[in-house]
């Protein structure tokens, strides 16, 4: 088979690996009618012993401490038909094959100790409750529909279920995350992909903006920090939990209806003055309101696991009036009435008066957050950002937009396409940041390889004699 297509299923592959993790709730409802509906016989006997179910359900695999049973591959073959993936070509020894791996990962991450946050687990279990309840009314049709003799039980099914599917994720993320790829790697991997079968990359743009945000007054910003002190004083003093305060309050739409919950690390992408502030604190300690760029915060620390927190946070936005709203339009407007002038370049207005710190000491060019460069395939774009570039020119200015990605907030922009790159053939020089990527997903494959060879060898693995005769990707048969 020739290089670039073994490439390209390697990649396709590894992105299939890499892409366990907390299902949602609509798919959770699905995988427990399916298990609740499992075929059952009745039996009686002869004097009379009440009516027993027996549950007739197939053990396909043991992997460690994982078994997989029949029902689990319809399952997943029934999930696979949900989300409109063609299943006719899928057979049952590729879907068993598939579940092996996530046992596997999720038996050595409890062997390696790799940690879960039980309350991450437990806050994602209250969210698909709360969409089970808000769908069919209350609790007790959840649990009918569900064939649950109560809410604990049912519950636990669901802690079960994400707890597995969270530590195989996090195995898998433990094995790659010390994966790097030097230059010299990267030169490598390209040239042995022969000239007639480079991969083609498509049109692409390099796009820059100029922001501008509404002025807030003093008095807006020190209303929204009496109101997170008397949050604080409630919860502190009189027991108002956190959770409830976020959840009724907190203007952050990643974790308002969490409870305020995120798991955190020194590598989490989060502002800088919120983690200084979390890593600060002790268990149970509730922080003082403290500002980032997003606006005002309240943050406590529920769990501290060495250099893990699990953490709740808090975030209120002051919002501008709507007289500065209209400053800061008229400003926008004044600003691209200059450029269009030719009295300054796009890229100094952008220096001079752009309030994004991020693009402003770079002429305004966005970075690509998939890729951390400045180009943006076109095919692959964020929806907002295409609408509103896809009609402009080479050079040519948008109207002034408004943008409201953060809820209680507006800014003004105005964007521009710096660059076009028209599809093409990959290009080393051009299109390095591509070619690394693809040359590193290329060597982490191998080394999960690697590690799924090893593992499996040392593993108490157990194949049912019906799938005896499949041709597994990897050597679950140990042959």
Not at 98 to 117: F, G, I, P, R, W
Not at 222 to 250: C, H, W
Not at 320 to 345: F, G, L, Y
Request: hydrophobic share 35%; net charge neutral; aromatic share 8%.
């Amino acid at each position: 088979m020739k290089r670039i297509n073994m490439m390209k299923k390697s990649v396709f592959a590894f992105a299939l690996l890499m892409t366990v993790g907390l299902a949602k709730a609509q798919d959770e409802a699905v995988a427990i009618v399916n298990d609740s509906v499992s075929k059952t016989a009745v039996t009686k006997d002869t004097v009379k012993i009440p009516f027993k179910r027996v549950k007739l359900d197939g053990v396909s695999s043991v992997v460690g401490d994982y078994v997989i049973l029949e029902s689990d591959i319809d399952k997943t073959l029934f999930d696979l038909k949900r989300q409109g993936i063609d299943t006719k070509k899928l057979t049952r020894c590729e879907l068993l094959g598939k579940l092996m791996e996530d046992k596997l990962y999720a038996h050595h991450a409890v062997q390696d100790s790799v940690v879960v946050s039980d309350a991450e687990i437990n806050d994602y279990v209250d969210r698909v409750i709360q969409y089970f309840v808000q769908e069919m009314g209350d609790m007790d049709k959840v649990l009918k529909f569900y064939r649950k003799d109560n809410e604990a039980s049912f519950r636990k099914q669901l802690f079960d279920i994400n707890k597995e599917q969270k530590l195989s994720q996090k195995m898998q993320e433990t094995i790659t995350e010390e994966v790097e790829i030097t230059p010299e790697e990267v030169r490598t991997f390209f040239k042995e992909i022969p000239v007639d079968e480079k991969p083609k990359f498509g049109a692409e743009l390099e796009i820059a903006q100029i922001v501008i945000e509404p002025n807030i007054p003093k008095e807006v910003e020190d209303a929204v920090v009496n109101r997170l002190k008397k949050m604080r004083k409630e919860i502190v003093e009189d027991g108002v939990p956190f959770r409830t305060q976020a959840i009724l309050y907190s203007q952050d739409p990643g974790s308002s209806s969490k409870g305020g919950y995120y798991p955190l690390t020194k590598q989490t992408p989060f502002a800088k003055e919120l983690k200084d502030m979390a890593y600060s604190l002790e268990e149970g300690q509730v922080s003082e309101p403290f500002k980032t760029d997003f606006g005002w915060h309240l943050v406590t620390v529920d769990k501290i696991r060495g250099q893990e927190l699990d953490i709740r946070h808090l975030l209120l936005i002051p919002e501008a009036p709507k007289a500065e709203i209209q400053k800061a339009k008229a400003r926008m407007d004044s600003i691209r009435t200059a450029i269009m002038k030719n009295e300054i370049t796009f890229s100094d207005a952008a220096l001079k008066y752009s309030q994004e710190k991020e693009t402003r000491q770079n002429g305004g060019k966005l970075i690509n957050p998939a890729t951390f460069d400045t180009k943006f395939e076109l095919t692959k774009m964020e929806p907002t950002l295409y609408q509103q570039i896809q009609n402009l020119t080479d050079d040519e200015l948008s109207l002034p937009l408004i943008d409201e990605s953060q809820p209680g907030q507006k800014k003004f922009k105005i964007l521009k396409i710096t660059n076009r790159i028209e599809a093409h053939e990959a290009d080393y020089s051009r299109d390095y940041i591509k070619i690394k990527e693809l040359a590193l997903k290329q060597k982490q494959l191998n080394v999960v390889r690697k590690w799924m060879r090893e593992k499996i060898e040392d593993t108490y693995i157990n194949v049912s004699n019906d799938y005896s005769g499949c041709n597994f990707a990897n050597n679950w048969l140990k042959q």
